[in-house]
């Protein structure tokens, strides 16, 4: 699930939740700015990454996951972390290839434009036979991700 809205969140922000993002509503934001005859004029916005990494259908077992940020330098944390290491995760004995990690994600980010806007980058990693660490997979997508 990944929140996004505009304006300045107020302390008492609450987010009412939804089956897909398109559907995400904020409850209770102000705007941030000036109101003239053509609008409220923006000073920054938010967007609000929340969910996790479920699962995956790999060959191999005893994975685990890194992910980390990339944004551009108008861009600024205002809570959560960059970078995250899951736990190694194995498949299920008897089940099919997935390996279940159910990861959470939570960062929110600040900016005045969207000019490199936020994207996350996903690496698996494996354990080889020597005990080095081998990336099994790699992803890298924007947010928000809308669902397919």
């Given amino acids: 699930q990944i929140f996004f809205f505009l304006g300045t969140p107020p302390r008492d922000m609450r987010f009412k939740q939804s089956q897909s993002p398109e559907d995400a509503v904020l409850l209770g ?45 108008d861009w600024k944390v205002v809570d959560g972390i960059e970078t995250g290491l899951s736990q190694i995760a194995r498949k299920a004995p008897g089940s099919d290839a997935s390996v279940v990690w159910n990861f959470p ?39 928000p991700r809308l669902q397919s």
């Avoid at 609000?48 to 077992?61: L, P």
């Avoid at 790699?138 to 947010?143: E, H, N, R, T």
């Fill in 29 to 73: 934001a102000a705007s941030c700015g000036t109101v003239g005859q053509t609008g409220v004029v923006m000073e920054s916005f938010y967007v609000v990454v929340n969910g996790q990494v479920e699962s995956g259908e790999f060959a191999h077992d005893d994975l685990y996951i890194r992910y980390g940020f990339s944004f551009g330098p």
């Fill in 105 to 143: 994600i939570d960062i929110s980010f600040k900016s005045t434009n969207a000019h490199g806007w936020p994207r996350i980058s996903i690496s698996i990693y494996g354990v080889d036979s020597l005990g080095r660490d081998v990336v099994r997979g790699y992803g890298s997508v924007l947010v």
